[in-house]
């Protein structure tokens, strides 16, 4: 499963940007969806994730701002972001849980995008 993030840039305080993510591959075999994001000099940090059922989390942080969704072919994720902070700014990225067979044989894999720039100015 290969992973393809987009929608990220600059924005001012308050508003809002669209993340989107469009997976390819072994597609039926993903489960879980997600954003993460980096900020320079702290860890990795979930941001919200989407089962395959559309169960759906957030990290504090976000709930309220921020809405998770998947596409009717489930191999699509959006991160609606509203009411940006400065604190959101951080490189985000999209992952995908994969599990499945090949030739009877179970695999797993977690799947990561390329990452995308979100910056929220003051």
């Known amino acids: 499963v290969q992973l393809q993030a987009s929608g990220g840039g600059l924005v001012q305080a308050g508003g809002s940007l669209r993340l989107s993510c469009a997976a390819s591959?072994?597609?039926?075999?993903?489960?879980?969806m997600g954003w993460y994001r980096q900020a320079p000099g702290k860890q990795r940090e979930l941001v919200a994730g989407?089962?395959?059922?559309?169960?759906?989390n957030y990290a504090d942080s976000v709930k309220g701002r921020f809405t998770i969704s998947r596409g009717n072919a489930k191999n699509t994720v959006s991160l609606q972001m509203n009411s940006l902070k400065v604190e959101d700014t951080a490189v985000y990225y999209c992952?995908?849980?994969?599990?499945?067979?090949?030739?009877?044989?179970?695999?797993?894999?977690?799947?990561w995008g390329q990452g995308t720039l979100v910056t929220v100015s003051s």
């Open positions: 989407i089962s395959s059922g559309g169960s759906t």
């Open positions: 591959g072994r597609t039926d075999d993903i489960k879980t």
């Open positions: 992952n995908a849980d994969v599990l499945g067979y090949i030739d009877s044989t179970p695999y797993a894999l977690n799947a």
